[in-house]
Nanobody, 116 residues
Framework: EVQLQASGGGLVQPGGSLRLSCAASGFTFGSYDMSWVRQAPGKGPERVSAINSGGGSTYYADSVKGRFTISRDNAKNTLYLQMNSLKSEDTAVYYC?????????WGKGTQVTVSS
C-alpha cells in the first residue's frame, strides 16, 4: 500500500522558516518524481515544487522561487521542503504527491500557518 505522510507544519511568524518532511512507503521511492502541492482556504491546489527521481532536476512555482528548496533522500524514502522567508500567503495545507505534473497518490497534508 502506497503511503505518503507529510509532517513538520505549524504556526510561524512572517519571515520565519519551516522544514516539511514526507515519509514514503509501499513503493520504490527512488524511482518516482515527487511534488509538493498546497491548498489554501477557498483556493484550488497549487503545485509548489517538484523534483525528479534522482534529485538532480527541480521545479519551483514563481511564488516560492528563491525561498523554498525541495530535496530528497532516496536512502531514507523521504522528501523535504525547506521553506524560508515565509509569507502570510504561504498559509495552506501542504501535501506531498507522487508524480511531477499528474499525481497518482497524495499523502495526508500538514497545515502551515504564517501569522503574527
Amino acid at each position: 500500500e502506497v503511503q505518503l505522510q507529510a509532517s513538520g507544519g505549524g504556526l510561524v511568524q512572517p519571515g520565519g522558516s519551516l522544514r516539511l518532511s514526507c515519509a514514503a512507503s509501499g513503493f520504490t521511492f527512488g524511482s518516482y518524481d515527487m511534488s509538493w502541492v498546497r491548498q489554501a482556504p477557498g483556493k484550488g491546489p497549487e503545485r509548489v515544487s517538484a523534483i525528479n527521481s534522482g534529485g538532480g532536476s527541480t521545479y519551483y512555482a514563481d511564488s516560492v522561487k528563491g525561498r523554498f528548496t525541495i530535496s530528497r533522500d532516496n536512502a531514507k524514502n523521504t522528501l523535504y521542503l525547506q521553506m524560508n522567508s515565509l509569507k502570510s500567503e504561504d498559509t495552506a495545507v501542504y501535501y506531498c504527491a507522487r508524480g511531477r505534473l499528474g499525481y497518482d497518490y497524495w499523502g495526508k497534508g500538514t497545515q502551515v500557518t504564517v501569522s503574527s
